[in-house]
């Protein structure tokens, strides 16, 4: 489970269930990098947010 660093080894999920336009995308890009799972929070201004993989969640 743990690695005793409060880190918790293998995969995860999150569901952040709201409203169109309501902010998702932007909580969970801001959470990954908070967390550091990644090194740069996306943008949905510069379309690279890594919640939103299909092209038509992107067109939005």
Same mark, same amino acid.
């Given at each position: 489970?743990?690695?005793g660093n409060g880190r918790v080894a293998g995969p995860r999920c999150i569901a952040l269930v709201g409203?169109? @336009?309501s902010g998702k995308t932007t909580l969970l890009e801001a959470i990954l @990098?908070?967390?550091g @799972?990644?090194?740069r929070q996306g943008?949905? &201004?510069e379309k690279n947010t890594l919640g939103? &993989?299909?092209p038509? &969640?992107?067109?939005?």
């Open positions: 489970m743990g690695d409203p169109f @336009a @990098a908070r967390t @799972a990644v090194t943008t949905i &201004a939103d &993989a299909s038509e &969640a992107r067109a939005h």
